[in-house]
């Protein structure tokens, strides 16, 4: 999201303005990839938001530009319950990310409702992931550490 809001993602615009590029063109229909198009606009990108039904009565692909739908649809529900219980707007722009870049890397084409569905899965993945109340581990309880040589570091970190 941070990539995207900063004008960062490498895409058909961005490329273009850098010469890195000729053809800047969407892989699905031909219009110019730019990140409205790529998450909003595009048939295809259109196509996947029509799976996510949302409770309150928006058109994804009515809004002018992706940084007006990030912040309109932060939090928005989505029905039926799907099991998950984080914001599932910027899973299912990854989940078109991934796709396009199936589409330009491996000449592989997705279909919008696998799109879809790999992007409700990834937040489950991604819930089901995270240690539970009580279980972090920021530091070692002194039984550890004194059964330890002093020659030795332990290092927690998350793979985030």
């Avoid at 530091?139 to 030795?152: A, V």
Wanted: with cysteine; proline share 5%.
């Amino acid at each position: 999201m941070w990539k995207i809001l900063q004008g960062a993602l490498p895409i058909g615009k961005n490329l273009r303005k850098r010469g890195m590029l000729l053809n800047t063109m969407c892989g699905r229909c031909g219009e110019l990839e730019t990140v409205d198009h790529l998450f909003l606009h595009c048939p295809f990108a259109k196509d996947v938001w029509a799976f996510s039904l949302l409770k309150q009565s928006v058109i994804v692909h009515e809004f002018l530009s992706f940084k007006e739908a990030l912040i309109s649809l932060h939090g928005a529900i989505f029905l039926p319950p799907l099991g998950v219980s984080i914001d599932l707007f910027p899973w299912i722009c990854w989940g078109i990310w991934l796709a396009r870049n199936k589409l330009v890397f491996e000449n592989r084409v997705s279909s919008p409702s696998d799109v879809f569905n790999q992007s409700i899965s990834y937040p489950r993945e991604w819930q089901h992931a995270q240690p539970s109340q009580g279980h972090h581990h920021t530091s070692i309880n002194r039984q550890e550490q004194q059964r330890t040589s002093h020659d030795t570091i332990f290092v927690f970190s998350d793979a985030a």
